[in-house]
Nanobody, 123 residues
Framework: VQLQVSGGGLVQAGGSLRLSCAAS????????MGWFRQAPGKEREFVSG????????VYADSVKGRFTISRDNGKNTVYLQMNSLKPEDTAVYYC?????????????????WGQGTQVTVSS
């Protein structure tokens, strides 16, 4: 399984960005897709997750109502639309995949990772 992340960049507080994660490889190995982020000096944390099968989604409390995860099965791509961005959203964002059916929040439960992309929100 390969995950190719794109998007990210620098935006002012209140702005929006969209991240994309293009997946390839065995579909049964990536039934759940997740977005994580890691700020300097902090642990990697769960942001959102989605299932390919029934479009179930989970969000971290810190991003609920501001971020939206979605997927395009035809393009094998998962998106993270980030609105009303705050300086505390600044981090490197990662896409990840796991073969099990349920969305979980611990990074160690994800088997495949894409490269990170920097998101910087200025105040």
């Amino acid at each position: 399984v390969q995950l190719q992340v794109s998007g990210g960049g620098l935006v002012q507080a209140g702005g929006s960005l969209r991240l994309s994660c293009a997946a390839s490889g065995r579909t049964f190995s990536r039934r759940v897709m997740g977005w994580f982020r890691q700020a300097p000096g902090k642990e990697r944390e769960f942001v959102s997750g989605i299932t390919w099968s029934d479009n179930s989604t989970v969000y971290a409390d810190s991003v609920k109502g501001r971020f939206t995860i979605s997927r395009d099965n035809g393009k094998n791509t998962v998106y993270l639309q980030m609105n009303s961005l705050k300086p505390e959203d600044t981090a490197v964002y990662y896409c990840a995949a796991r073969p099990s059916w349920n969305i979980v929040t611990m990074p160690l439960n994800y088997d495949y990772w894409g490269q990170g992309t920097q998101v910087t929100v200025s105040s």
